[in-house]
């Protein structure tokens, strides 16, 4: 069973930065896709960050893309997102999401979620 674990998350001044952890464990991680998505109050979860499961291809949403930098290490089952220069607009709980297929992982597909951690930007 696919468990996610996220950490990381605050409240940080606008231009601030802030570096999300999940810790995975279930299945071998290093054979999936791991990413990261968010919801906002009243909006649906979206994705915003996706890594390989051999760590060579990334890809952002366009907001956030120049500002946040997705990793992950494989022998230590974690990823990470770094977030700089945050934005008003990038506060959201942030869900750690993970599939065993790159493509399905942007769309939401056949993707397991972690339980989310908030993460609150102010003016």
């Known amino acids: 069973q696919v468990q996610l674990v996220e950490s990381g998350g605050g409240v940080v001044q606008a231009g601030g930065s802030l570096r999300l952890s999940c810790t995975a464990s279930g299945w071998i991680f290093s054979t999936f896709a791991m990413g990261w998505f968010r919801q906002a109050p009243g909006k649906q979860r979206e994705f915003v960050a996706v890594i390989s499961k051999d760590n060579d291809k990334t890809w952002y949403q366009d907001s956030v893309e120049g500002r946040f930098t997705i990793a992950k290490d494989n022998a230590k089952n974690q990823v990470y997102l770094q977030m700089d220069g945050l934005k008003v607009e990038d506060t959201a709980v942030y869900y750690c999401?993970?599939?065993?297929?790159?493509?399905?992982?942007?769309?939401?597909?056949?993707?397991?979620y972690g339980q989310g951690t908030q993460v609150t930007v102010f003016a």
């Open positions: 999401a993970a599939s065993a297929k790159y493509p399905h992982l942007v769309v939401g597909v056949n993707t397991s």
